[in-house]
T-cell receptor
Framework: GQQLNQSPQSMFIQEGEDVSMNCTSS?????WLWYKQEPGEGPVLLIA?????ELTSNGRLTAQFGITRKDSFLNISASIPSDVGIYFC???????????????FGQGTILTVHP | GAVVSQHPSRVICKSGTSVKIECRSL??????MFWYRQFPKKSLMLMAT?????????EQGVEKDKFLINHASLTLSTLTVTSAHPEDSSFYIC??????????????FGAGSRLTVL
């Protein structure tokens, strides 16, 4: 099935550094979501974006919904060791109804933070 | 907030046996549940969409006879991997959304179930 193109695949950074990752798609998504997954767990929602151009923050996390609706980025500022995990972008095609919850995921970005 | 529970969290079985994984919404009525499959350090791939009281809708390439999905109640969906083989070993994750209470217009993921087929 279709996947979103997420990059980078992995990042090794020092504590305190900022992190940026992004997702692109060849088709339009009406909702963009960013999740974090830790080993042996399900993904946990970090930020949800519903409008093209929207910029949303959640603590040290900031994400934007691209104006073309085909891309999104996630920034993490001043990283800390507990930021370690796999970050996934996910897109939802429809605005709701029967398409609600049916997500297409990116390949993930593995983040390692060295103290 | 909305809570989704998966059971078992880990299961090991012999090749040729069938394994059932449960996905339960604990504090809301899950009208729709989704089943994903994830290989190590890979993306989540949607397998099927399950609506309460109706047949599941499978994604292209997913064998419906191999992965049986039942959503008989508003709080429970089950995924049965029939005649499991080593290549079915994977991490299976469900998500749920529903109406009313904590689950209204909220998509919640379970913690996943790791299946190992020997």
């Amino acid at each position: 099935g279709q996947q979103l193109n997420q990059s980078p695949q992995s990042m090794f950074i020092q504590e305190g550094e900022d992190v940026s990752m992004n997702c692109t798609s060849s088709s339009i998504f009406n909702t963009w979501l960013w999740y974090k997954q830790e080993p042996g767990e399900g993904p946990v929602l970090l930020i949800a974006l519903y409008k093209a151009g929207e910029l949303t923050s959640n603590g040290r996390l900031t994400a934007q919904f691209g104006i073309t609706r085909k891309d999104s980025f996630l920034n993490i500022s001043a990283s800390i060791p507990s930021d370690v995990g796999i970050y996934f972008c996910a897109g939802q095609k429809g605005a709701g109804g029967t398409s609600y919850g049916k997500l297409t995921f990116g390949q993930g970005t593995i983040l390692t933070v060295h103290p | 907030g909305a809570v989704v529970s998966q059971h078992p969290s880990r299961v090991i079985c012999k090749s040729g046996t069938s394994v059932k994984i449960e996905c339960r919404s604990l504090d809301f009525q899950a009208t729709t549940m989704f089943w994903y499959r994830q290989f190590p350090k890979k993306s989540l791939m949607l397998m099927a969409t399950s609506n309460e009281g109706s047949k599941a809708t499978y994604e292209q390439g997913v064998e419906k006879d191999k992965f049986l999905i039942n959503h008989a109640s508003l709080t429970l969906s089950t995924l049965t991997v029939t005649s499991a083989h080593p290549e079915d070993s994977s991490f299976y994750i469900c998500s749920a959304t529903g109406t009313g209470g904590q689950g209204a217009n909220v998509l919640t993921f379970g913690a996943g179930s790791r299946l190992t087929v020997l």
